[in-house]
């Protein structure tokens, strides 16, 4: 059972850079079966695909972050991390990783989600 739990900074300023960290347990990000992907979900919104990161280290960003985002991994602490530049208020959100399933393309597996306020 593939299990994330991100972690990061609650509280950012504005203009600051947004970094968080899932942790993975239970698979190995450079396992094949699947990717790693950055999911937001502002207040009162519906939830926002920000980028992947491939078992092989490569990366693919939404046209809507891809100026401000960077997807990274820590193969030996089996992490992938996502670091939002520039951030504005309107960056606010829960921001989940997640599983995608390579061969169904379900997001199995969730992060509980962890909130971030971006404010001065």
């Known amino acids: 059972q593939v299990q994330l739990q991100e972690s990061g900074p609650g509280l950012v300023k504005p203009s600051q850079t947004l970094s968080l960290t899932c942790t993975v347990s239970g698979g190995s990000i450079t396992t094949a079966y699947y990717s790693w992907t950055w999911i937001r979900q502002p207040p009162g919104k519906g939830l926002e695909w920000m980028g992947v990161?491939?078992?092989?280290?490569?990366?693919y960003y939404s046209p809507s972050f891809k100026s401000r985002t960077s997807i990274s991994r820590d193969t030996s602490k089996n992490q992938f991390s996502l670091q939002l530049s520039s951030v504005t208020p309107e960056d606010t959100a829960v921001y989940y990783c997640a599983a995608r399933t390579i061969l169904t393309s379900k997001y199995d597996y969730w992060g509980q989600g962890t909130q971030v306020i971006v404010s001065s």
């Open positions: 990161i491939a078992h092989s280290g490569s990366t």
